[in-house]
């Protein structure tokens, strides 16, 4: 029986064994995942095939980025369907056609900058684009900045820096716009989403938030929501409290909470569970895409366990299927 998640008009099915790879395939730490306009799933990951697209059943259509991405970890997908690559291990921005075609570059690849020098780029983590398609990328391990960019990748400001006030980051780990320019920021490990209007200028935050890690805005321009990854304790001192995640929260443009998916007694494997919650899209049915690093996050959460196979095998993706009301 398939584990239901939520209550009310946020119930979701949980889909087992979503992806369906070719044979000796994996997907390995899958960091994000997005969706173009025909619902076809590009999923991110940290295996051997970058990027791996499907149909929404799951179905394997083809790969690309071999030997050209160095550890995945942000994705977005534009109106026109162009995938932003974001590469912490590369430390840059590639934005790419959904056949792999690379279209632009943003910063030097396996060049970093100095650590918490605020220049682009050490370890970014993600992209979004302001309504006129400038680019926002968080830095995100190695700084603690967001950069805006021009369309065509020339740098036009900078914010942010290392603490705990308004405008500061500790890990600077996703970020999110919406119709209106607005622009909201997971800023991790100060367990809050911080919102800023497209100049950089901090407007509010939304706290209430366990390590945000994915943030995806969906539910339409004039009264969007966001489908937020938490994650679970990442210390061994709280590592078994309850009712801290690994869970998704979606909240209103206000960062009221809706609605929260999971996470009562902790990570797992079981269906209805998560480990480690990095990367979300919607399709066109409000169905929930949902990337996991449970490789990478396995010792943090389970030191003591040998890590099963199907973690590894099938456990980074997950599909919850919006249930009708």
């Known amino acids: 029986m398939p584990a239901i998640l939520g209550t009310g008009a946020h119930r979701y099915r949980v889909v087992d064994n979503f992806a369906k790879l070719p044979d000796g395939w994996q997907l390995t730490d899958v960091a994000s995942v997005a969706v173009d306009s025909k619902d076809r799933v590009y999923v991110f990951n940290r295996g051997a095939h970058p990027m791996v697209v499907l ?22 997908i534009d ?16 934005k790419c056609t959904t056949e792999g075609k690379v279209l632009l570059t943003i910063g030097i690849p396996a ?21 006129k398609g400038e680019i926002y990328v968080s830095d995100g391990y190695g700084n603690a900045r967001v950069h805006k960019f021009t369309p065509d990748g020339k740098l036009i400001k900078s914010w942010g820096e290392p603490g705990t006030d308004p405008g500061q980051f500790n ?5 999110a716009t919406d119709a209106e320019g607005w622009v909201y920021v997971a800023d991790r490990e100060n367990h809050r989403v911080q919102v800023f209007d497209g100049e ?13 890690c994915a943030l995806c805005c969906c539910g339409g321009a004039t009264s969007p929501t966001f489908v937020i990854g938490e994650l679970g304790p990442g210390l061994a001192i709280n590592r078994n409290v309850p ?14 909470r809706i609605a929260r998916l999971g996470g009562e007694a902790g990570p797992g494997v079981a269906s209805g569970k998560f480990l ?11 169905d929930i895409y949902v990337g996991e690093v449970g490789v ?9 366990e040998e890590m099963p196979a199907a973690v590894r095998a099938t456990r980074c993706l997950q599909k919850l299927e919006r249930v009708a009301e």
């Open 200 to 212: 950089g200028k901090y407007e509010t935050q939304w706290n209430n938030l366990h390590r945000p």
């Open 171 to 175: 890990i600077v780990h996703n970020i």
């Open 276 to 286: 480690a919650p990095h990367g979300i899209a919607l399709d066109s049915k409000g």
């Open 243 to 256: 009712n801290l995640g690994p869970r998704l929260s979606i909240v209103d443009a206000r960062g009221n």
């Open 79 to 94: 109106a026109d369907d162009n995938l932003y690559c974001t590469d912490d291990g590369d430390h840059t921005v590639r």
């Open 55 to 76: 149909d929404r059943e799951g179905n394997f259509l083809r790969s690309f980025g071999e030997g050209l991405f160095s550890r995945a970890h942000g994705l977005h």
């Open 111 to 131: 060049k970093p900058a100095p650590f918490m020098s605020g220049e682009p780029f050490h370890r970014c983590t993600h992209t979004a684009l302001s309504p």
């Open 296 to 304: 990478a996050n396995w010792e943090t959460s389970f030191p003591e």
